[in-house]
């Protein structure tokens, strides 16, 4: 009878270790509190872009729209980063988000060069457009049409090109929240 005993007080221990560890958990993770607000819209992610010239080109995303500003894609929050080297020449550039748009598994995002390394690039609005395929991401940018962002004149927020260029394989884990105003 006492094996028994202890056999229960054991399972009876580990079982509430059990329950406390996983409330632990949930607390930790923010079960325990109440749940942030869900975002209208995001863009978030890192990947490189394929040139078969060897180009090193980086886009960073941390773009979002919070639910409560669901109706003015203008009030997005964020950054966004880029960088374009060939050959140990180039440069980069770190944009303030000023506007989210997104529609589906694409994005368009735009904001302000906030610090650079490229001559005339800051203060210069920039967009940029990503298509989240998966493994096959694709991207567009503003400036494609001008060269570089430095010639970008008055562009209006949330504008950008179609997404042309294609992620390099292995590198793209951008995520679209789709936008889903209330029409």
């Known amino acids: 009878m006492r094996r028994r005993t202890k056999i229960a007080a054991a399972s009876a221990v580990t079982a509430l270790l059990i329950i406390t560890g996983a409330a632990g958990a949930a607390m930790a993770s923010g079960g325990g509190a109440p749940h942030p607000q869900r975002e209208a819209a995001a863009l978030t992610g890192t990947a490189k872009l394929y040139r078969s010239a060897g180009d090193d080109i980086t886009f960073t995303f941390d773009a979002h729209l919070a639910e409560k500003n669901t109706m003015d894609p203008r009030k997005a929050t964020g950054t966004f980063e880029f960088s374009h080297y060939l050959h140990g020449r180039g440069a980069w550039a770190k944009a303030k988000v000023d506007c989210l748009v997104t529609g ?51 562009l209006p927020p949330c504008v950008s090109s179609a997404p042309f260029e294609k992620v390099k394989q292995g590198t793209g884990d951008f995520r679209v929240v789709p936008w889903r105003p209330k029409l």
């Open 104 to 154: 589906g598994q694409v994005a368009v995002v735009s904001g302000v060069i906030t610090a650079s390394d490229l001559p005339g690039a800051k203060g210069k609005r920039v967009g940029v457009t990503v298509h989240d395929l998966g493994h096959h991401d694709r991207l567009g940018y503003s400036w494609a049409g001008v060269g570089s962002p430095t010639d970008t004149k008055d």
